[in-house]
């Protein structure tokens, strides 16, 4: 079933939500727990990650994929391991 979109903006921006809609968002719950559990505003991360707080925002939903370097920083921030910002355990602990 075809949609006629008049201009390549309008396209564009039905293509962007059709993609969003198709893709299974990752919430990274301890991501965000720990940003609120120590009272962090998702504006000072973004700062702390040269980022917008948008982008951050993105990152916490999982509508932007986290890259190494961003993990590696929260991680080293947080003093905790990338499985768990990742929730892949529940253990926050690093191994050394």
Do not use: W
């Not at 993609?19 to 700062?47: G, W, Y």
């Not at 991680?75 to 892949?88: E, K």
């Amino acid at each position: 079933h075809y949609i006629c979109i008049p201009d390549k903006s309008q396209y564009l921006k039905y293509r962007y939500r059709i993609m969003c809609a198709e893709v299974t968002e990752m919430k990274f719950k301890n991501l965000r727990a720990i940003r609120e559990d120590r009272d962090i505003k998702q504006k000072d991360i973004a700062k702390i990650l040269n980022v917008s707080q948008n982008t951050y925002s993105q990152y916490e939903t999982g509508v932007i994929s986290l890259t190494a370097e961003v993990l590696i920083k929260l991680s080293n921030y947080y003093g905790v391991s990338i499985d768990y910002l990742l929730d892949q355990t529940d253990n926050p602990k690093r191994l050394k």
